[in-house]
């Protein structure tokens, strides 16, 4: 069946990089995107970015600057790099298969970052 | 960016109950195409999200009929006709017509 896993570190000082890494079975990254997602705690969810089947990709203009979205299809694993850290970058980060029409139909469960120095 | 506004932010509901929850757009989410990528999730406590409701008004896999999504334009619903105890969580309406991908700030739906 289809499962994606996010996998990273939990605890980042600020300025520093966050690398997360989404692992995904039961589909192809060449047939499906991919998206990000995060949820500050308590709060509610906001879109980060998108990578689709064919490898382009699309990112919230409020991140687009600090975030970098890429993929290893024969590892089926798809990255996150977020660059520049704050504690504003706190929460849960959520990877998603995400299709055109479908939207985002699975998820992970969830990776959570602190931002602290 | 689109703002979605959902109303309420809190609905307290018996079990069997019908709601609705409101999900209004600050843009019109009808593309050129004449298609409208208006979708519903619903997280449960302690969850990640799940998809209910894709294109206004398609069940995504697994769904219950109980659910049904209706609207156009900048006005849109999510019907759930009959609560049940699993479907408390916070509900959230998403629109893809605009980027950047925008969610609404939340529904919560508790039991009265």
């Known amino acids: 069946q289809v499962q994606l896993e996010e996998s990273g570190p939990g605890l980042m000082q600020p300025s520093e990089t966050l690398s997360l890494t989404c692992t995904v079975s039961g589909f192809s990254l060449t047939s499906n995107g991919v998206g990000w997602v995060r949820q500050p705690l308590g709060k509610g969810l906001v879109w980060m970015g998108t990578?689709?089947?064919?490898?382009?990709?699309n990112y919230n203009s409020a991140v687009q600057s600090r975030l970098s979205i890429s993929r290893d299809t024969s590892k089926s694993q798809v990255f996150l790099k977020m660059n520049s850290l704050q504690p504003e970058d706190t929460g849960t980060y959520y990877c998603a298969r995400h299709g055109w029409e479908q939207g985002m139909d699975a998820w992970g469960q969830g990776a959570s970052v602190t931002v602290s120095s | 960016d689109v703002v979605l506004t959902q109303t309420p932010s809190t609905l307290s509901a018996t079990i069997g109950q019908s709601v609705s929850i409101s999900c209004r757009s600050s843009?019109?989410?009808?593309?050129?195409?004449?298609?409208?990528?208006l979708y519903w999730y619903l997280q449960r406590p302690g969850q990640s999200p799940q998809l209910l409701i894709y294109?206004?008004?398609n069940l995504g896999s697994g769904v219950p009929n109980r659910f049904s999504g209706s609207g156009s334009g900048t006005d849109f619903t999510l019907k759930i006709s009959g609560v049940e105890a699993e479907d408390l969580g916070v509900y959230y309406c998403?629109?893809?017509?605009?980027?950047?991908?925008?969610f609404g700030g939340g529904t919560k739906l508790e039991l009265k």
């Open positions: 843009q019109s989410l009808l593309d050129s195409a004449g298609n409208t990528y």
């Open positions: 294109l206004v008004s």
């Open positions: 998403m629109q893809a017509t605009h980027a950047p991908w925008t």
């Open positions: 990578i689709w089947a064919g490898g382009s990709t």
